[in-house]
Nanobody, 126 residues
Framework: QLQLVESGGGSVQPGESLRLSCAASGFRLANYGIAWFRQAPGKEREGVACIRCTGGSTSYADSVKGRFTISEDSVKNTMYLQMSNLKPEDTAIYSC???????????????????WGQGTQVTVSS
């Protein structure tokens, strides 16, 4: 069974950092395009960062460039999202996703990602 399981969400103050993890089972992340998305209450789902997507080896939303870093550990079959200098507008449910066609889709077409984690809440508030 193909599965993605996220962890690492929580509540932090503005300026602090968090690292999200997404462990895969049943398939190898290294063979997929992988990404992080987020959705805030009342807003549409937004692509945050991706690896092996149409934007290149890595790609980021403008809103997180310079603050977030996406990475993966092929041995652990896990992807990460390191988030620094968090802002209240980063508050959302964050989900990891995998696309079976590497470089086939970018952050703007979340519907093409076939496999999704359950989501983890990130809250940034003073």
């Amino acid at each position: 069974q193909l599965q993605l399981v996220e962890s690492g969400g929580g509540s932090v103050q503005p300026g602090e950092s968090l690292r999200l993890s997404c462990a895969a089972s049943g398939f190898r992340l290294a063979n997929y395009g992988i990404a992080w998305f987020r959705q805030a209450p009342g807003k549409e789902r937004e692509g945050v960062a991706c690896i092996r997507c149409t934007g290149g080896s890595t790609s980021y939303a403008d809103s997180v460039k310079g603050r977030f870093t996406i990475s993966e550990d092929s041995v652990k079959n896990t992807m990460y999202l390191q988030m620094s200098n968090l802002k209240p507008e980063d508050t959302a449910i964050y989900s990891c996703a995998a696309d079976p066609i590497p470089y086939g889709v970018g952050l703007e077409k979340w519907g093409y990602y076939d496999y999704w984690g359950q989501g983890t809440q990130v809250t940034v508030s003073s």
